[in-house]
């Protein structure tokens, strides 16, 4: 699964990158926190703009284990940019989600799977040139599993 998951954002990364120009393309590093198991997380998210202000953001989201539940998260996000300054930017966002959990209860363990939708805000501050820090507030709704998620991440943006 760990494969599959490093060569689909290797192959994507590699797609539009061959395509993007100046500013287009960043890669970014997150702390996530879901309030309904309140559950934390890490995960890795890759930006891509294809035209001015409008931002396409797939991530993969693992939660680590806690009262015995463990998830992966799957997101493909769209940003709508709303630049306040030269370093300061927020967006909406809204997208779709597949999220894979997994119980793991003494010798009893079962796994369910649910799609679902996002919907949020966020925020970025370009720190250096290529670099920033950015926060997301959304509302996970899924089946069984609504839910707050805040994300805390460091992005860096090629120029290419």
Do not use: W
Request: proline fraction near 2%; hydrophobic fraction near 45%; include cysteine.
């Amino acid at each position: 699964m760990k494969k599959t998951i490093l060569f689909a954002l290797v192959a994507i990364m590699a797609v539009l990158g061959a395509r993007a120009e100046k500013g287009d393309l960043s890669i970014a590093a997150q702390f996530n926190y879901a309030s309904k198991n309140s559950m934390a997380g890490f995960g890795a998210q890759l930006q891509y703009e294809p035209i001015q202000n409008l931002r396409f953001a797939p991530e993969f989201i693992y939660y680590l284990k806690n009262d015995g539940l463990s998830a992966n998260n799957f997101n493909f996000n769209v940003h709508y940019i709303i630049p306040t300054g030269n370093t300061f930017a927020l967006y909406p966002m809204a997208g779709f989600s597949y999220a894979k959990f997994k119980y793991d209860h003494s010798v009893i363990g079962s796994s369910f799977n649910r799609c679902g939708a996002n919907i949020g805000f966020g925020a970025q501050y370009r720190i250096q040139e290529s670099l920033y820090f950015f926060i997301e507030q959304r509302f996970q709704i899924i089946k069984d599993r609504n839910q707050s998620v805040s994300v805390l991440g460091v992005k860096y943006a090629f120029h290419l």
